[in-house]
Each structure stands twice: as C-alpha cells, then as structure tokens.
C-alpha cells in the first residue's frame, strides 16, 4: 500500500476512548481526507475521514465493493486474527455480497422486518424495560448501561426473531465478545452462529410469527446457512449500536444543562438527545469496510487495487467541510452517516425497530425513575476500549427508590 511520508495511524490505543473528535481532527489535519492506518498485527488499511470521500466510497459499489475476498492482506491475516469477525472472510452473509444476490438479500430482510407490528414492537420494549427496572428500582442506584442497556435490545430483537426469551443473556454475552474484537471474539462469534442454527431448525418444524419464519418463507432461494449468516447480522448490528444509543443518550440528558429543563417534560427533548447523539457521539464509530476494484485515487491518495477502506463515520459526521452546527443539530436534519449510505446501509426497517426499542427504553426509564441523577462526576466517565463502537463501560446513576409494578 502506497502511504505518504508521515507514518499511518494505529487504529487502537486508549485515545479512540477517551478523546476520539480530537484524534480525527488530528488525522484530517495530518493527513487529509483518507488516512493511512495500520490495524492489529501491522496490518494496512485506510480511514475515511471525509464527508464527502465516505458518500463516494459508499455509493459506488462497483470500484469500492463490499467483497471482502479482494483485499490484498489476506495472506497476512493468521486464523485467529481477533478482528476477523469484524472484516470477514468466506462468510455467506448480506455484508459481503454485492449485485443483484445483495439487492435480494436486503429485500427479504427489509420485507421480514416490515412484517413486525410496531406496536407490538414497542409493547416488547416495554414490557422487558419494566421487567429490568423491576430488578433494580428498590435499590435506588444501578449501572444503566450493565443493567439496563446492554439488556434491553437483545431481549427485544431475540423475541422479535423468534427465540424463547430464556436465551437472550446468553446472546448479549456472546455478541458483546464478537464485537469488542479481544481474544473472546471467535468464541462469542461461534455461540453465535450455532444459535442461529438451531433457530432456523426450530423454525423448519414449528414455524411462527417471527422474523426467521418470514426469512425461511422467502422465495428467492437462501439456504439456511446464508439465511443464519444474515440473522448473526442483524442480531449485531440491531443489538450492541442500540445498547450504546440508548446509553450515549441517557448520558447526554443527564450532563447537559440544554436537556435539564425538560428531561422529565414532554418527549421531544427525547428525541432531540437521540439525533444529537447520532451526530456527535454515534455508536458506531468506524466500519470495515470496503476494498478497491482496481487502483484508483481517492481525497489526493493513491488506492491500490485491493486495499481495504474502513468508513469513519463518526469522523464524516464532524468534517468541517460541510458541517454547520447551527444547522446539523436542529430541525431532525437526518443526513449523519450513522447507518451508513448507499445500497449496504441499515435497511430502513431495521432503523426503524432500533429507534423504537432505544426510545422506548429512554422513556420507560425516564418515566419510572423521574429523579434519576449520575451517581458519579461525568468527567469520570469511561468508554469501552473500541475504535469501532463507541459506548460507555458504565452509567452508574441514583434515584429514590421506588416499588416493583
């Protein structure tokens, strides 16, 4: 890979937890629009910072494809890379197809997904949101992200795709391994895939009103095996950036004054603290990724044929170039990079069920805990240590202890 003379970036380190805005503005002043960078290993990659080098990578499938079988690292790539289930590599999932199969993949996961009643969405959301309060609100302190959060969507997203509510903890667990990328990751990736396995079994013999159901209904002929693939998706990817949502949130609303006033009044204060925060603090940080077609040039950098891409959204989301924030942060201006663009972002639906569930969560909490405070000083707190998500390790918030519904 050709790198100019300053040396590329470690995409690691405490400082994509602790001051990540900084670390991007220093990228983009040292080097431009593209960064070089090196992921575990010493391995070559390039960060797209620019907004508008992200909107050409993500809508040009064709030079910057999502087969990830062109990347020209994969002979130093060893078995047990952690981040291989982040990149992916010969896996049969919507992620890493393109063309017309892609075009597919996505409508029988967006049809399977617009099959879910909304309201019976949100009725979810809210019976597992009591159900988890119920479990710490006589206590009058609690970790909202250890006990709350990281709970609530894939309780939700579990039912919704047809397993039994008993094996929801074992899926976070096995999710959160995956997506933290450390020397878990393959193991939490496997449970993963064996769930998903023998959910679609069940499914076979006793089908439901349930998102496997419908995926297993489709008529474009997936296999079970790719079908599972694209479940282990959407599992991750509606779970952990909705955990992370929700507590990035509640984060804003309990250390800004702007959010004070109204925090316990009407919800569009909500909803205002769930948009800031795609813009200025969104869960998913950073996304692998693209690979080149062929060599091409890109923000003034040389691209060989091969070499990976991986999309600075949140980066994007802050370039100068183009952000005014007078106008970014009012008024539900949508045009964030958060869930990606062009034909491999979130599916619609699939914003749509991670909206439902983050808000419902925020306000079933705001509503059984009206003087909910941080039980800490907010300079202490922490972020996971990820350059790919951005969530925090704890939440620890008190209130005044109230009575099990």
């Known amino acids: 890979m050709t790198c100019p003379a300053s040396a590329p970036v470690p995409l690691s380190g405490p400082r994509f937890a602790t001051e990540p805005a900084t670390l991007y503005r220093e990228m983009r002043r040292d080097h ?78 967006s049809h399977a997904l617009e099959a879910v009643d909304p309201f019976e969405l949100r009725s979810h959301a809210e019976q597992f949101a009591d159900e988890l309060i119920d479990g710490f609100c006589g206590k009058g302190e609690t970790d909202i992200v250890a006990d709350y959060a990281m709970m609530l969507p894939v309780r939700v997203l579990a039912r919704i795709y047809g397993f039994s509510d008993e094996q929801g903890p074992a899926l976070v667990t096995a999710m959160n391994d995956m997506i933290d990328g450390r020397e878990r990751a393959l193991a939490g990736q496997q449970h993963l895939a064996e769930s998903m396995v023998g959910l679609l079994a069940a499914k ?20 079970d095996e790719e079908i599972a693939q694209d479940l282990m998706v959407m599992m991750a990817a509606g779970h952990q950036p909705t955990a992370d949502w929700i507590g990035n949130s509640l984060r804003l609303m309990l250390t800004d004054d702007r959010f004070a006033a109204s925090l316990f009044g009407g919800r569009h204060s909500v909803a205002e603290a769930m948009n800031e925060v795609l813009w200025e603090d969104t869960p998913t940080q950073n996304v692998a990724g693209r690979w080149a077609t062929r060599d091409t040039t890109l923000g003034g950098r040389h691209i060989r044929s091969g070499d990976l891409l991986l999309l600075g959204l949140a980066a994007a989301n802050a370039d100068p170039q183009v952000r005014t924030d007078a106008s970014v942060l009012t008024g539900g201006n949508n045009a964030h990079f958060s869930f990606g663009h062009g034909e491999h972002r979130c599916p619609f639906p699939a914003q749509e069920v991670a909206e439902v569930i983050a808000r419902t969560g925020i306000e079933v909490i705001l509503d059984r805990l009206p003087d909910i405070d941080l039980a800490a000083p907010a300079e202490s707190l922490t972020r996971r240590p990820s350059p790919w998500l951005r969530g925090l390790t704890d939440l620890r918030v008190r209130f005044t202890p109230t009575p099990a519904l």
């Not at 431009?32 to 040009?60: C, F, K, M, N, S």
């Not at 076979?204 to 296999?223: C, W």
């Open 32 to 109: 431009g629009a593209v960064a070089p960078v090196v992921l575990d290993g010493d391995i070559p990659a390039w960060l797209v910072l620019g907004y508008r080098e992200l909107h050409q990578v993500t809508g040009d499938p064709v030079l910057f494809s999502r087969d990830s079988d062109l990347w020209n690292q994969w002979e130093n790539i060893p078995a047990d890379w952690p981040l291989l289930p982040m990149i992916g590599h010969k896996q049969p999932s919507i992620l890493y197809t393109v063309g017309e199969r892609h075009r597919q993949r996505a409508a029988m996961i």
């Open 204 to 223: 076979h013999t006793q089908p439901g009103e349930d998102v496997a159901s419908y995926m297993l209904d489709d008529t474009s002929g997936f296999t």
